[in-house]
């Protein structure tokens, strides 16, 4: 182990960084403008909460401003970079669960089996439960967890995807976006994916691709929304030096 990865294991490194970046996070809400999209979403969600929010890792960490006043658990890795986005989502007013994705040996390890009963107890107290859906490690393809946990529920999925208009886009596996202040900020959410209670293999099988192509669908827009009045602010037309009058003897320059 180096020397910065020792680091980040020590207990009061973790904690500032974690305060750090949530108030990083704050100046970037505060000084950025916001649009969401359906823009009576908080409204029309009401009837369907508790409710499960589906997100791509990498994208997520302007999140914990789309709660609007709601009681939300995010379910968050037991890595040592999940225990310092613990501390970030707790500081911004989030409840966290502590568990992996996982799959075969790994999920008793990384208490994916915790986390998914933890996860159903917070919908059945009320609580809307916000996880990323990809596999483990391989970006934008959605893993079955999240649609087991729709069934076993009850609770509809909804995609939730925001962005940015100023943004370093880093060269990582999930493709993370870390957001810069004096943005135009916008969420894009998708409509609710419903799971029913007896949904065989095959059921499934069909919601983690509608999930999938939900959550690429709602990326797409939100990066759209910000970047739409980039793409269409007129240029100022290049004059060239033969089309520029002389100015009248006496004039100032």
């Not at 310092?84 to 568990?99: M, Q, S, W, Y």
């Not at 917070?122 to 596999?135: K, N, P, R, S």
């Amino acid at each position: 182990m180096n020397l910065s990865r020792r680091f980040v294991t020590v207990p009061w490194a973790q904690k500032s960084i974690g305060v750090l970046a949530a108030e990083y996070l704050r100046l970037v809400w505060k000084t950025s403008s916001l649009a969401i999209e359906p823009a009576d979403f908080y409204d029309r969600v009401v009837p369907d909460l508790p409710a499960i929010v589906a997100m791509w890792h990498g994208q997520h960490f302007m999140m914990p401003f789309f709660r609007r006043g709601h009681r939300v658990k995010v379910l968050i890795s037991r890595h040592r970079d999940g225990e310092i986005n613990a501390i970030t989502a707790e500081r911004l007013g989030l409840k966290t669960i502590r568990a992996s994705g996982a799959t075969g040996r790994d999920i008793a390890r990384k208490g994916g089996v915790a986390g998914f009963m933890a996860m159903l107890d917070a919908l059945a107290e009320g609580y809307t439960v916000a996880l990323t859906a990809d596999v483990p490690k391989i970006s934008r393809v959605a893993g079955r967890g999240i649609v087991q946990l729709a069934r076993a529920s009850g609770r509809p999925i909804y995609p939730v995807a925001p962005a940015t208009s100023r943004r370093i886009e880093l060269d990582s596996w999930d493709r993370a976006a870390v957001n810069l202040p004096f943005s135009r900020f916008a969420i894009a959410v998708g409509e609710p994916i419903r799971v029913a209670a007896d949904a065989d293999d095959a059921a499934l099988e069909d919601a983690r691709r509608r999930v999938e192509a939900a959550l690429n669908a709602a990326t797409e827009r939100a990066y759209a929304m910000v970047d739409e009045a980039r793409k269409e602010k007129v240029k100022r037309p290049r004059i060239e030096r033969s089309e520029i009058q002389e100015l009248p003897s006496g004039s100032k320059r």
